[in-house]
């Protein structure tokens, strides 16, 4: 399996990390659940998951439009993230499902892009409206799938080398949400820890960085408080080259 290639200038998508952050574009509300959706099934080729998950955001429109008139604007994620807040989490569980588990069509990342455009013009950062759009695609449909599909299981591969009679189960895209963990580590079906795996971007101390290291941290620390055990960031390459190797010492002891 290949990977996705950035198909914009890389300093340029850089440049709008940050704002892509904070404009909360790729929250679960904006465009679903995307750990979970491309672990809905298996895809041949990364094509195969790009049209899947266009074709999940067109069932997605059909869903709205069987909905009440108030239900569609509430759903309707196209401008920041949200609407009213309350509101939403007042809403039943096949409501919220609507927008967290279903991806979105092609039309509505553009969409997203043109929003993320707005926001670099205002924070003067030069870039087109159209390398907007493919820095969205690339973010949720390029990104998932080689930190997914190719970076994460081979770092899995490579982990199981290195602890064999340890298993790894991935979570969901709602569990990796409020606990950011990718995987959790078993020995005889006895939890050891949590396991975040991240590209080697992960070890910049850019401000966006740390702003995301922190909002981790803060949803780690509600993992080992629910199941007391730790939470550790494993760093590689997308053949699974792990960079931090002095976790996995620190692992072992919990073994």
């Known amino acids: 399996m290949d990977l996705f290639q950035l198909p914009i200038n890389k300093n340029l998508f850089k440049q709008t990390n940050a704002l892509w952050n904070d404009l909360m574009l790729n929250a679960?509300?904006?465009?679903?659940?995307?750990?979970?959706?491309?672990?809905?099934?298996?895809?041949?080729?990364?094509?195969?998951w790009e049209a899947y998950y266009y074709q999940s955001g067109s069932e997605r429109d059909q869903l709205l439009n069987s909905l009440s008139p108030n239900h569609q604007k509430l759903l309707n994620d196209e401008q920041r993230i949200r609407t009213d807040k309350n509101a939403i989490t007042e809403l039943s569980s096949e409501l919220l499902e609507i927008n967290t588990q279903y991806g979105r069509t092609k039309k509505q990342l553009a969409f997203k892009g043109k929003i993320l455009f707005q926001g670099a013009v205002k924070c003067k950062i030069s870039i087109t409206e159209k390398e907007c759009v493919e820095a969205v695609r690339f973010r949720i449909i390029c990104q998932t799938w080689n930190g997914i599909i190719i970076r994460e299981k081979n770092t899995i591969k490579k982990m199981t080398e290195?602890?064999?009679?340890?298993?790894?189960?991935?979570?969901?895209?709602?569990?990796?949400?409020?606990?950011a963990v990718d995987y959790l580590m078993y020995r005889n079906k006895v939890l050891i820890c949590g396991i975040?795996?991240?590209?080697?971007?992960?070890?910049?101390?850019?401000?966006?960085?740390?702003?995301?290291?922190n909002a981790n941290e803060r949803k780690n620390s509600k993992f080992k408080e629910k199941y007391d055990r730790p939470v550790w960031d494993i760093i590689s390459k997308s053949n699974g080259c792990i960079l931090n190797k002095q976790i996995l010492k620190k692992i072992k002891l919990f073994i």
């Open 162 to 179: 290195i602890f064999p009679g340890c298993t790894f189960d991935k979570t969901d895209g709602k569990f990796d949400h409020q606990y």
């Open 196 to 213: 975040q795996i991240k590209p080697q971007s992960y070890m910049s101390k850019a401000p966006y960085v740390s702003k995301a290291k």
């Open 28 to 48: 679960p509300w904006s465009v679903g659940y995307v750990s979970t959706l491309i672990e809905n099934k298996s895809f041949p080729a990364k094509e195969d």
